[in-house]
């Protein structure tokens, strides 16, 4: 697919998912507005909008209607936000600069942090219940995005991240360590898309194979990004990994060898999606876009 193409749908579901969140979200001047204006400011204007556009490109390349996923694609970004705002406190990582302006913690205070991380969770699984697709397709992502989220996923994987802190894993161990914590969520994503056109079974299994590979694709490059970048051009912290002395892939491989995983990374999503012809076209290129950013 030409990248203009791709540009132009992926630019297009990001207009989608705003204004499907920016509807689901309670009205800043609504009570108690302190609460309110913090969720939006999680939530809007910012962000690669990665998970929304893998649950658009995975539902369309089979077959669903686009206005079918709209909620899902809303709530696993409001999944996101809410991890990102609890991720961001003193007790976490402490982090003043998200999406390029002030954590929430910072731009309001600690407690309506919690608070607006709290909301924002509950209110991706409302708007998943209450969304126009079937029951059955409902229930199925109710119970997806509630295992990916939880213990057996991201909350599972960023313990393991708190208490890995300092140590030198093995490179299983930290493998399994961000598919809970950063996997869970993508492929997730991808799922929400596949249950909304109602794929069958081996089609899940391939997708689920790109996926997982998506998944630890993306945050070997976000590791790599913390040791390479800069905290204008990522619209966060730099160096916070180094800093307080994270597990991560380059720590313990090396730069070199982080980015050979990505291309072996690269090499197994592709041969995943290679059955599926141009239809996975939007995936592919989701697929490179986040192994080449730049944030």
């Known amino acids: 697919m030409p990248d203009a193409s791709f540009d132009g749908l992926s630019a297009a579901w990001r207009t989608r998912v705003e204004a499907t969140l920016a509807?689901?979200?309670?009205?800043?001047?609504?009570?108690?507005?302190r609460l309110h204006a913090a969720m939006r400011h999680a939530t809007l204007d910012g962000g690669k909008r990665m998970r929304p556009l893998l649950v658009y490109a995975t539902g369309i390349a089979f077959g669903a209607d686009e206005a079918m996923l709209d909620a899902p694609a809303a709530a696993v970004e409001l999944i996101h936000a809410y991890s990102l705002v609890h991720d961001d406190l003193p007790a976490m990582d402490d982090d003043a600069l998200r999406r390029g302006?002030?954590?929430?913690?910072v731009a309001f205070d600690e407690a309506t942090a919690i608070l607006a991380g709290d909301a924002l969770q509950s209110l991706a699984f409302e708007l998943l219940a209450t969304s126009p697709l079937p029951a059955q397709a409902r229930v199925a992502m109710l119970q997806e995005l509630a295992v990916a989220a939880g213990a057996r996923g991201m909350c599972g994987g960023q313990a393991l991240d708190i208490d890995a802190t300092g140590l030198a894993l093995e490179p299983d161990a930290l493998q399994r360590l961000h598919a809970?914590?950063?996997?869970?969520?993508?492929?997730?994503?991808?799922?929400?898309?596949?249950?909304?056109?109602?794929?069958?079974?081996?089609t899940r299994q391939r997708l689920d194979v790109f996926a997982d590979a998506l998944g630890l694709a993306f945050q070997i490059r976000d590791d790599l990004l913390d040791v390479e970048g800069d905290t204008a051009t990522l619209g966060k912290t730099a160096g916070k990994d180094v800093a307080q002395a994270k597990a991560t892939f380059p720590a313990l491989l090396g730069v070199d060898a982080s980015r050979a995983r990505l291309q072996a990374l690269a090499a197994t999503m592709h041969e995943a999606l290679a059955p599926f012809g141009a239809r996975a076209d939007t995936l592919a290129a989701l697929a490179r876009q986040a192994i080449t950013r730049d944030h």
């Open 23 to 33: 509807g689901a979200l309670p009205a800043a001047e609504l009570p108690p507005q």
């Open 101 to 105: 302006k002030p954590t929430v913690h």
């Open 180 to 202: 809970l914590k950063t996997g869970a969520l993508l492929r997730a994503s991808v799922r929400l898309g596949a249950i909304a056109a109602n794929v069958d079974a081996t």
